[in-house]
């Protein structure tokens, strides 16, 4: 494989890899959501802290059955695709109910491609690449936090 396209691949992971950890971003605007939506209970907007979670388990544990039917890379470009859409409907939409099911999209579209990344590094690089990778990988995880 070409240096080009290496390194295209490697980017193409590493930049994906930030938004896997990003979901619990939305902690800190508990307070704002709560004034803009005086009407909805304080405990159901803490809950838009803990959707995104289980439906990234639920997308985990089907993604590598989603990925068998219609391929790796088409999996996670649809749980980037989910993942985008999710995460900018909210700037366009006002409406906690939307709000919410965005949420667990996000959370679904980060889980489709979560644990393929890992599938991936250790499918295009071997030896210390891999392990370069696998650490650059982790540590853009920690940069999405």
Known sequence: MQNTK???????????????????????????????????????????????????????????????????KQTVLVGVFITVIAGLSPVIINSFLFLMISRAAFGFGIGLFNSLLVSIISYFFKGSERSQTLGFQSTFEGLGC
Request: glycine share 2%.
């Open 6 to 72: 290496r390194s295209l691949i490697k980017l193409s992971i590493l930049l994906v890899s930030v938004v896997t950890a990003s979901a619990p971003a939305i902690n800190a605007n508990i307070p704002v959501l709560a004034k803009a939506f005086p009407n909805v209970a304080l405990a159901q907007i803490e809950l838009l802290t803990t959707i995104p979670s289980l439906f990234l388990l639920i997308a985990i544990l089907l993604s590598n059955w989603i990925a068998k039917r219609i391929g790796l």
